[in-house]
């Protein structure tokens, strides 16, 4: 009877110490939950991945970015900024046949924001660019993307990098995607870091 009932006593004991042994939630930072809420209005995922640690991103007069992080060694940075088109493809489709009140091709816009980030970059200096692959599109669910890759001034607000990848792309009707990947050495490590991100970022099928 006193062996019963000390088992019947660990039995409803047992729940009670597995529960001070559960992991507290991990606390998420304002900046990556606004980020969450805009990527989620633009159809885009976003994992945090391993190896990285979240940075303050840039918000100035040079440059506003929604999210950013780097590596561990300080050797590989990225700044990203999402943006619906949602809203804007609605507004093209019922002023496109309005001659008064025509707008551009929302799915063409990020052709000027990666240009524009570039060329801030690069203080308007000339800088190499591609046309994104399409298997490399596949990989982001994306419909259309384009590279640039930059030589950058030794200055403060790029904290000294000396090199930036910027790829601009979008789904149609759907999102913008932007982000800028910094490193001071053109190395296979750092395109390795490059074509890590579609692990952990891209649009919804």
């Not at 991103?57 to 949602?86: C, L, R």
């Not at 804007?88 to 063409?108: F, I």
């Not at 490399?136 to 259309?144: I, M, Q, T």
Request: hydrophobic share 40%; with cysteine; glycine share 4%.
């Amino acid at each position: 009877m006193v062996l019963l009932v000390g088992i019947t006593a660990l039995s409803q004991v047992k729940p009670k110490v597995a529960a001070l042994h559960q992991e507290a939630p991990k606390l998420i930072s304002p900046y990556r939950r606004e980020f969450l809420r805009l990527a989620t209005d633009a159809n885009v995922v976003f994992n945090f991945p391993s190896g990285f640690r979240e940075i303050l991103p840039p918000n100035d007069d040079y440059f506003s970015f929604d999210y950013a992080m780097e590596t561990s060694g300080h050797q590989f940075e990225i700044w990203f900024k999402v943006s619906s088109q949602k809203n804007d493809w609605k507004n093209y489709l019922t002023m496109r046949n309005d001659p008064g009140r025509q707008l551009p091709n929302p799915d063409t816009g990020y052709l000027a924001k990666g240009r524009a980030i570039a060329k801030t970059l690069a203080d308007d200096t000339v800088s190499v660019t591609r046309t994104i692959d399409q298997e490399v599109l596949k990989r982001y669910n994306a419909s259309a993307g384009k590279s640039y890759l930059v030589d950058m001034p030794y200055r403060a607000a790029t904290k000294h990098y000396k090199y930036a990848l910027v790829l601009a792309i979008e789904k149609d009707h759907i999102g913008t995607v932007l982000m800028v990947c910094f490193t001071d050495e053109k190395s296979p490590e750092f395109f390795r870091n490059v074509n890590r991100i579609s692990h952990y970022l891209k649009f919804k099928s």
